[in-house]
């Protein structure tokens, strides 16, 4: 167990719709990371916030947007969904949110989108 | 940007060691990361190398080195358990970026 949860473990949505994912990072680290994961692909970087403040943006779209909030969890929003937005999305924490500080992934968030 | 490159696949015996090579081409370097990952769980963190050398931790080592750009992830005695994807992984300044992962087949 990383300590990073995330929720909900699974979700199946229409396309056009919204969603929300959650991410609770460890007890203690500032910096939360999101990123995609598509069928036997690599993982894309998205945005990294760090202690409420968005710090690195990644490929992340237009339609996505996300926030970490004064308690430090992080919300990653998803709109309009579309086909290919399909894929497993993972969050991950660190201490300080530079360079030297391990990163620790949830479990993922698997999004399928019909 | 970040460029990163590593084998798209490999397969290996039951008992045997496996090299794993990753390049990289990055301004700001400031470390790489290895993370192993089960199809459908999330990245593990393996190992964590600054500066250059072997770091050695049970049956894995990884190898940096910056002027050329290069790290590789050696695992030994392999194992039926160490079949999964290998990703490389480089900071730079706030950015983390991962390769494309290599996925290591072990066959008995």
């Known amino acids: 167990d990383s300590g990073v949860t995330q929720t909900p473990k699974h979700l199946i949505t229409a396309t056009g719709q919204r969603v929300t994912l959650r991410c609770s990072p460890r007890s203690g680290d500032l910096s939360v990371y999101w990123y995609q994961q598509s069928l036997d692909q690599g993982l894309q970087f998205l945005i990294q916030y760090y202690n409420g403040e968005e710090r690195a943006k990644g490929n992340i779209l237009e339609r996505f947007s996300a926030q970490q909030f004064p308690d430090l969890h992080s919300e990653l929003n998803l709109s309009s969904l579309e086909l290919g937005d399909s894929a497993l999305y993972f969050c991950?924490?660190?201490?300080?949110?530079?360079?030297?500080?391990?990163?620790?992934f949830g479990e993922g968030s698997w999004l399928t989108v019909v | 940007g970040q460029n990163i490159d590593q084998p798209t696949e490999m397969t290996a015996t039951e008992g045997a060691i496996v090299q794993i090579n990753c390049t990289y081409q990055t301004s700001g370097f400031n470390g790489l990361f290895w993370y192993q990952q089960h199809a459908g769980e999330a990245p593990t963190f393996l190992s964590y190398n600054v500066l250059d050398g072997l770091e050695e931790k049970g049956r894995f080592s990884s190898f940096l080195s910056r002027s050329k750009g290069y790290s590789y992830l050696l695992l030994k005695e392999l194992q039926m358990k160490d079949s999964a994807s290998y990703l490389c992984a480089v900071t730079a300044g706030n950015k983390l970026t991962f390769g494309g992962g290599t996925r290591v087949l072990v066959k008995p």
């Open positions: 991950a924490s660190s201490g300080f949110g530079y360079a030297g500080n391990t990163i620790y």
